[in-house]
């Protein structure tokens, strides 16, 4: 369904209407700081199949002439994909790690558009376990890029709909560690900033409102879209996702910022908490 008011009428709705009686417990209130109406709350309920493991091709694996780097000088950059863009950045791996092996590794666990938008460098290096030093190098080049893309006039992102949302997260689906990333919006829905929050267990003792709602402080965020992925690739709330969710709504409404939706996700598919529990 739609929700039809527009951001500059919560004051307004809130002062005029009282509100709703509690429903039961499993039933989350979304408060007076909800009203970021513009957004279609649908899920997806079918299941990726199941994933297997399978032989991951290293560069010594491959013949000279196909490596990233002879590619990059023969057939220009728009011949490379992501990882083998960053292999080349890298130059070389750990003793541990073949570069395009880490590289692969560093897109699939924190996501292509959230490392397109992190900033720090020690938070990557810690949650990928890489070398602080190709941390920086990574977060230099993006930085460069970000910058030459703002000069040339980016077209913004808008977040309208869960189905939206998840096209937006859906990368964090295919990890084999749990994410949460937030997309943190302004009042027209336009992503103005975009976190991975966490990497392992979610709990409530990781995920504290200070770390979901510290970014959107901090960049003049509105509302915020949550996601997270199960690594079994189901989608069914659990019920600390549940609880979470729950405190994580009364903590946005006490700071008037509002937590749109929470969304589970895998690769193909969603389902949004605050839609399920609204159906216990």
């Known amino acids: 369904m739609w929700y039809s008011s527009a951001m500059e009428r919560r004051i307004a709705a809130t002062k005029e209407q009282p509100h709703a009686p509690a429903k039961a417990a499993a039933t989350f209130d979304r408060g007076p700081a909800t009203d970021m109406r513009d957004y279609i709350i649908a899920s997806g309920d079918k299941l990726t199949g199941e994933q297997h493991d399978h032989y991951t091709l290293r560069l010594r694996d491959i013949a000279r002439p196909d490596r990233p780097r002879e590619r990059l000088a023969l057939q220009g950059p728009e011949s490379l994909n992501t990882a083998e863009l960053v292999a080349v950045l890298w130059g070389v791996g750990t003793r541990k790690e073949d570069v395009l092996e880490m590289a692969r590794r560093a897109i699939k666990e924190y996501g292509e558009q959230a490392l397109m938008h992190e900033k720090d460098s020690t938070k990557l290096s810690k949650a990928l376990g890489i070398p602080l030093v190709k941390a920086q190098q990574l977060i230099a080049a993006l930085e460069l890029g970000r910058r030459t893309y703002q000069k040339r006039g980016g077209l913004p992102i808008y977040i309208h709909s869960a189905a939206q949302a998840h096209s937006h997260l859906r990368s964090i689906g295919a990890s084999q560690k749990e994410h949460l990333r937030g997309l943190y919006l302004n009042s027209r829905y336009q992503v103005i900033h975009d976190e991975v929050i966490s990497i392992g267990s979610l709990t409530a003792n990781i995920v504290h409102p200070r770390e979901v709602f510290g970014p959107a402080i901090e960049h003049n965020a509105v509302g915020v879209i949550l996601a997270h992925n199960h690594p079994s690739g189901s989608l069914s709330p659990t019920q600390e996702d549940l609880e979470i969710t ?24 969603y389902k949004s908490i605050i839609m399920e529990a609204s159906r216990l």
């Open 246 to 269: 729950k405190q994580l709504i009364a903590a946005g409404a006490l700071l008037g910022i509002q937590l749109i939706d929470h969304l589970v996700v895998n690769e193909s598919h």
